[in-house]
């Protein structure tokens, strides 16, 4: 038991650093294109999708999204935002920002998106179906052997057959709409899901380091979240906005890493009083 109990730390443990490094890897990728593009930033860190640094923009989303699936978070409630976190992110990923900017050191993809958002939102659909007829059987399955899930993952399950409903009906009756608002309207509340998330580690324990580290990211977070809605209705520029809400994200993830590394996932005694029925 003692050595199927480290093996599932390392899990989760490595689970997170891939997270920081997806993280730092998407820096990374910026920051190059932007030293070799001609002395400009493009409006937010969406649009790199349309310069050579899309490839990775792309799939370091579609990797964090999964990563946050499968992570296992405590309470139950956490665990359920982190799954809709990660169903959000690959959209995020998929659907870019509309103003593809004009600060690129090279064309990456083609100024139209359409053909690129029609064929792969097509093909995460089929894959999120094929996901959520798995997470049924399961339960069903569990169900029928006397295993209930709580009330937080019962919601959770149908929050996501919901969204994912939602989302096949308004790509197929309005593909205009869906490719002009589906980053925005998955990227807000992604942020939004994830600072609650960031608040529950924050009431998991006894005020600690770890505890003031959380409520800080949180509370810049949800600021940070408030600033690029402004800026969005604005008409402005989301880079700086888009910049420092990575940054916190990332810090999260190291601090949750560094907190959590003896334990990997954090105890049922340690976690938040919030009641099961959310």
Not at 180 to 203: C, E, G, K
Not at 238 to 244: D, H, K, P, R, S
């Amino acid at each position: 038991m003692a050595s199927q109990n480290n093996f599932e730390k390392r899990t989760y443990n490595y689970l997170r650093l891939a997270l920081v490094g997806l993280l730092i890897m998407l820096t990374v990728a910026v920051l190059r294109e932007r030293a070799k593009a001609p002395g400009c930033w493009q409006g937010s860190i969406s649009a790199y999708y349309y310069t050579p640094a899309h490839a990775v923009f792309v799939g370091a989303l579609v990797a964090i999204g999964v990563c946050m699936i499968v992570l296992k978070g405590e309470p139950r409630l956490e665990d359920v935002l982190l799954n809709i976190c990660g169903m959000l992110a690959p959209v995020v990923a998929f659907v870019p920002t509309p103003n593809p900017g004009d600060c690129s050191s090279a064309p990456a993809v083609s100024r139209d998106a359409t053909a690129d958002i029609a064929n792969n939102m097509f093909a995460y659909f089929a894959t999120a179906i094929l996901g959520l007829v798995i997470s049924i059987e399961l339960w069903r399955r569990q169900r029928r052997g006397g295993e209930r899930w709580l009330p937080a993952q019962n919601r959770g399950l149908l929050a996501a057959i919901v969204l994912l409903v939602v989302a096949i009906v308004w790509f197929a009756a309005d593909p205009d709409s869906f490719e002009d608002l589906a980053h925005y309207l998955s990227a807000v509340p992604l942020f939004i899901l994830f600072t609650i998330i960031v608040f529950q580690n924050a009431r998991a324990q006894s005020r600690t380091l770890y505890t003031v580290l959380y409520q800080a990211i949180a509370w810049l977070m949800g600021l940070s979240l408030v600033a690029g809605l402004i800026c969005w209705r604005l008409d402005a520029e989301l880079f700086a906005v888009e910049a420092v809400l990575l940054g916190l994200f990332l810090l999260f993830w190291v601090v949750q890493t560094v907190e959590l590394w003896d334990k990997g996932v954090r105890p049922e005694s340690e976690a938040s009083t919030v009641p099961a029925k959310v």
